[in-house]
Each structure stands twice: as structure tokens, then as C-alpha cells.
């Protein structure tokens, strides 16, 4: 697969455990927040977004958290499994200079998940 | 996998040689993207897409044209290939909201 996983933060987590992965962000302006999944070889794969509105959102196995005073986001996993091992990547929604809106993508974190 | 195919899958060219991307839908959408991923950054938009014959640069679009002539397909083309164009490139597509969906992707290497 591609070698894009390289020199990526990496968390190992116990095969059952839950996995927290983090996310700062710059812009002080978005207001809409994306989490992705890629497995290797794969493209992203859309997990679940929030909009600034909220702090929490949960999906099935996961849960978004968005803490907007201290720029910060972040993705829990509950019982986290073989098929969670994967790169994981967040993205906000900024605005160019030009007035469009733009997804700004992170560099990601590795998960391994441990049998 | 929001109907979304990329060709080719992969591709080995020399430097100079023009290269030509597709990304195919199947859904009618609107809005179509192209990224390139590589090691150490994040997903740089190249260019993308807002309706037929409609498009903008993106933050890396140098070096890089594309065209869209009918709504389910959207072509990225390196004119003269370069070995800093050596990278993965996604397309993707906008949803009802702001998340986009992505293809399968094409990893390119210039030689």
C-alpha cells in the first residue's frame, strides 16, 4: 500500500480497549469538522463530522468531541478493533481568500490495534 | 463508496511525458476535487470542480490543468510530468453537506 503512514504519530492500542485519537486545528473560524479513516491503499473513508454548534456527537462506535476554546478535537473509538488499524485524519472547513469554502485536511495519526 | 472510480489505479511515466488522470461518478454531483497525498502532508487540494466547465485552483494547482465537459467525469492532466508530481492523487466528490467522499485513488511515479 501507499507509504503515506510514514513518520506519523502512532498509537497502539489493546485489541478491545477503546482508542482516543487527537486533532488540534488553527482556524478559530470553522465551524465544521470531519473525521476520515484510511486503510492502507485505500482513499479516505468519511467517519463522522460536527458542526461547531455542538460538542459532542456520536456515531456507531465512535463519538466526536470539539472543544472550541482550545482549538482541539478529538475521536474515540469504543472497543476498538483489528479492522480500526488504520491512518486517521481530521479536517476543518476554512475559507480561501476568494470566499469559498475549503476542507483543511490534518497529516494524521497511525492506529495499530494489537490482537 | 459513493460511486466513485479513478483510472488508472496506477502509472509509471518519464519526466516530460503529459499525463492525464480520470475520475469517474455516478451520482450526480456537483462539486468533484482533486488532492494529491504524500508523506508528510496533509491532503493538498490540486483543483476542483463546481459544475461543467467550471473550475478553480486549488492550493498546489501549478503545474497541473483540468477539465470537466460532463457532470460524472473530471480530468486531471500534467502537462510535462515532473518527479515532484510523484504522489498519490485522489479525486472526490462533495455530499449534501460539507464532507466529501473520496476514490480509490492513482499513484503516479515519474522517473
Known amino acids: 500500500g501507499e507509504s503515506v503512514g510514514l513518520h506519523l504519530p502512532t498509537l497502539s492500542v489493546q485489541e478491545g480497549d477503546n482508542s482516543i485519537i487527537n486533532c488540534a486545528y488553527s482556524n478559530s473560524a470553522s465551524d465544521y469538522f470531519i473525521w476520515y479513516k484510511q486503510e492502507s491503499g485505500k482513499g479516505p473513508q468519511f467517519i463522522i463530522d460536527?458542526?461547531?454548534?455542538?460538542d459532542k456527537r456520536q456515531g456507531q462506535r465512535v463519538t466526536v468531541l470539539l472543544n472550541k476554546t482550545v482549538k482541539h478535537l478529538s475521536l474515540q473509538i469504543a472497543a476498538t478493533q483489528p479492522g480500526d488499524s488504520a491512518v486517521y485524519f481530521c479536517?476543518?472547513?476554512?475559507?480561501?481568500?476568494?470566499?469559498?469554502?475549503?476542507?483543511?485536511f490534518g497529516k494524521g495519526n497511525q492506529v495499530v490495534v494489537i490482537p | 463508496d459513493a460511486g466513485i472510480t479513478q483510472s488508472p489505479r496506477h502509472k509509471v511515466t518519464e519526466t516530460g511525458t503529459p499525463v492525464t488522470l480520470r475520475c469517474h461518478q455516478t451520482e450526480n454531483h456537483r462539486y468533484m476535487y482533486w488532492y494529491r497525498q504524500d508523506p508528510g502532508h496533509g491532503l493538498r487540494l490540486i483543483h476542483y470542480?463546481?459544475?461543467?466547465?467550471?473550475?478553480d485552483k486549488g492550493e498546489v494547482s501549478d503545474g497541473y490543468s483540468v477539465s470537466r465537459s460532463k457532470t460524472e467525469d473530471f480530468l486531471l492532466t500534467l502537462e510535462s510530468a515532473t518527479s515532484s508530481q510523484t504522489s498519490v492523487y485522489f479525486c472526490?466528490?462533495?455530499?449534501?453537506?460539507?464532507?466529501?467522499?473520496f476514490g480509490p485513488g492513482t499513484r503516479l511515479t515519474v522517473t
Open positions: 479536517a476543518d472547513l476554512t475559507q480561501t481568500n476568494y470566499g469559498n469554502n475549503r476542507l483543511a
Open positions: 470542480s463546481y459544475g461543467v466547465k467550471d473550475t
Open positions: 460536527i458542526r461547531s454548534n455542538m
Open positions: 472526490a466528490i462533495k455530499g449534501e453537506s460539507y464532507e466529501q467522499y
